[in-house]
């Protein structure tokens, strides 16, 4: 949400951050579905509706058509920030009502259910969440007719435009809580953190003496190819990518077209296909 430039992430992939893939045959997208979920059947509101703010440089997320009361809403114009994309997304929504805003590159791995208990302000125009620390985590609970009154055209990011311009003429909130922060995707490291620290079998290998070089994971997707000599540890290769006979793959993600030769040797890296001049 409210990219200036197409991520290195993206721009390697050739997909949206939202579906780079995770453990289950899950991608970071249906993870944010399956939060939403919760949500729903916590509030006995099975008609909650889940948004995915997009703009024309990152793309939008693919397969969301089945998912339920969920909507991609692409910018208007190229591009809106986030403050300027929530802000077109309450357009005719109730002006009384909230939107939790979320960010998208990123997953909670824990339900909404009590943070949003927490930030439930009921006078609040827009409520900032933070940890205990008073580090921002990248959620808040806004008012809509506060979102409505941000300009209707323009680049306008949320936090360095639309909630000083909130706060001018109404009430922002900080509410600090103990809850886990989201997992950022903003970087590879990042990225394999959050699979490592999520791998299903990290309980059976959790030791406090363990080294961190420990094999928590390998995701391999349908249509990449591996040598069955190749080496993996702790990487994504994703479809379209090859990875030779002996070669050794370590934190990193092997891309469409990436291919990493016969008994070479990558280390955090995206290896990915070169970019045009």
């Known amino acids: 949400m409210g990219a200036v430039r197409l991520s290195q992430f993206s721009r390697a992939a050739g997909r949206p951050r939202l579906e780079l893939p995770f453990h289950g045959g899950c991608t970071i997208g249906s993870l944010w579905l399956n939060r939403i979920e919760e949500l729903r059947r916590e509030l006995q509101r099975p008609d909650l509706p889940l948004y995915f703010a997009v703009n024309s440089i990152e793309g939008a997320p693919a397969n969301t058509g089945s998912w339920p009361y969920t909507r991609v809403c692409p910018d208007s114009e190229q591009p809106r920030g986030t403050g300027g994309a929530l802000r077109d997304i309450v357009a005719g929504l109730p002006l009384q009502s909230r939107v939790l805003v979320a960010p998208g590159h990123s ?19 827009a409520v900032v969440h933070t940890t205990l620390d008073g580090t921002p985590t990248g959620i808040f609970m806004i008012r809509c007719d506060s979102l409505a009154a941000l300009p209707a055209k323009g680049f306008i990011d949320l936090k360095e435009q639309g909630l000083p311009a909130i706060a001018r003429g109404g009430d922002v909130r900080v509410i600090a809580t ?68 002996n070669a050794v793959v370590v934190r990193s993600l092997v891309c469409p077209g990436g291919v990493v030769a016969a008994g070479a040797s990558v280390f955090d890296e995206f290896v990915a296909l070169p970019e045009k001049a």
Not at 197 to 211: F, I, L, N, Q, V
Not at 215 to 227: C, K, P, S, T, Y
């Open 107 to 125: 997953i909670l791995l824990h339900s909404f259910g009590e943070l949003l208990h927490d930030l439930a302000v009921p006078d609040a125009d």
């Open 178 to 245: 103990s809850h886990a922060p989201p997992m950022t995707i903003r970087t590879l490291d990042e990225y394999i953190e959050l699979l490592r620290s999520t791998a299903p079998d990290r309980a059976a290998h959790d030791d406090t003496h363990a080294a961190d070089w420990r094999l928590r994971f390998n995701l391999v997707e349908e249509g990449a190819q591996v040598d069955p000599s190749a080496r993996l540890h702790d990487s994504v290769i994703l479809s379209g990518g090859i990875v030779k006979k």
